[in-house]
Nanobody, 119 residues
Framework: QVQLVESGGGLVQAGGSLRLSCAAS????????MGWYRQAPGKQRELVAG???????NYADSVKGRFTISRDNAKNTVYLQMNNLKPEDTAVYYC?????????????WGKGTLVTVSS
């Protein structure tokens, strides 16, 4: 089994910054893709940013130029640096990790961390 522990959410004023972290532990042979999703009240969960095992990244158009995803493979951790936050970034942020046990990959979700941006 794999556990994901997220941290770094909180309340911040518009224009501020936060850094989210998500550490994976447990039965891990290797980690493929890692990513962050978010879900605002009354809306569907959406991809915010993703990063492959090789370091290639992709971002939602709404966060390009403001958010940066990175990973530390030695620590099985993915980060999301969020700058110039806007009230519309308010949501519960979830990390998602594709873990391989050596034969198959399984995607795991974190429990979510709340980010609230006040205007």
């Amino acid at each position: 089994q794999v556990q994901l522990v997220e941290s770094g959410g909180g309340l911040v004023q518009a224009g501020g910054s936060l850094r989210l972290s998500c550490a994976a532990s447990g039965s891990i042979f290797s980690i493929n893709g890692m990513g962050w999703y978010r879900q605002a009240p009354g809306k569907q969960r959406e991809l915010v940013a993703g990063i492959t095992s090789g370091g290639s990244t992709n971002y939602a158009d709404s966060v390009k130029g403001r958010f940066t995803i990175s990973r530390d493979n030695a620590k099985n951790t993915v980060y999301l640096q969020m700058n110039n936050l806007k009230p519309e970034d308010t949501a519960v942020y979830y990390c998602n990790v594709d873990v391989s046990n050596g034969s198959v990959g399984v995607r795991y979700w974190g429990k979510g961390t709340l980010v609230t941006v006040s205007s």
